[in-house]
């Protein structure tokens, strides 16, 4: 089996920064890509930024230049830096994990979600 825990989430004022860790662990072989999804109240749950295996990164435009995602490849584990943060980034986070696993276990894996909130 394979897990998917985030942390890091909290309550931040507008124009401050948080950052999101996600770290995924059980019979992982690969993973080819991490990313980051959040939903806010009342709306569906979009892409924030996701990295590949290979390096590449790719961000939601209303995090362009504000959000950086990374990852430490040896402790399967990817980061979410957030800077300038804004009311409207008020969301619940997920990590998400494509993994390649022993066991018939590989697939897309998902985090339980941490609560960001940044107030005006």
């Known amino acids: 089996q394979v897990q998917v825990v985030e942390s890091g989430g909290g ?3 507008a124009g401050g920064s948080l950052r999101l860790s996600c770290a995924a662990s059980g019979s992982i072989v690969s993973i080819n890509a991490m990313g980051w999804y959040r939903r806010a109240p ?11 295996s290979g390096g590449s990164a ?6 362009k230049g504000r959000f950086a995602i990374s990852r430490d490849g040896v402790k399967n584990t990817v980061f979410l830096q957030m ?20 066991m018939s276990a590989s697939g ?13």
């Open 108 to 120: 897309d894996y998902w985090g339980q979600g941490t609560q960001v909130t940044v107030s005006s």
């Open 58 to 63: 790719n961000y939601a435009d209303s995090v």
């Open 83 to 102: 800077n300038s943060l804004k009311p409207e980034d008020t969301a619940v986070y997920y990590c998400s994990a494509a993994v390649i696993a022993t």
């Open 11 to 13: 309550l931040v004022q």
């Open 42 to 52: 009342g709306k569906q749950r979009e892409l924030v930024a996701v990295l590949t």
